[in-house]
């Protein structure tokens, strides 16, 4: 089972199994095209958010795999959102450690 985090401007949201990580990348990569927009997520406990996804915003989508739960393999790729997009950082939880 594969779990889907997205990250925007540091804020974190962990995503419905039901939505598709490549169909919303397809959707916020319109935004952006498009100047901004909203974008619609579905998040694992039931509620649906809209975002504000502008050229400027931080994003970064990460995809995890329970094979890899003891060890997390880092599966995530930056959405070209904008030039803003140089100065993200990620931090990932191992076993209670941050790594950044």
Known sequence: MTTTRI???????YLA?????????????DAVR???????????????????????????VEETHPASSASPTYLGELVPVGVALAQVQSDFEVDGAVLV
């Open 7 to 13: 990250r925007i401007d540091g804020t974190r949201f």
């Open 17 to 29: 199994r039901s939505q598709e990580p490549d169909e919303l990348k397809s959707r916020i990569v």
């Open 34 to 60: 498009g100047g901004g927009g909203f974008v619609r997520l579905n998040t694992v406990d039931g509620e649906s958010i809209d975002v504000l996804v502008t050229p400027h915003t931080l994003l970064l």
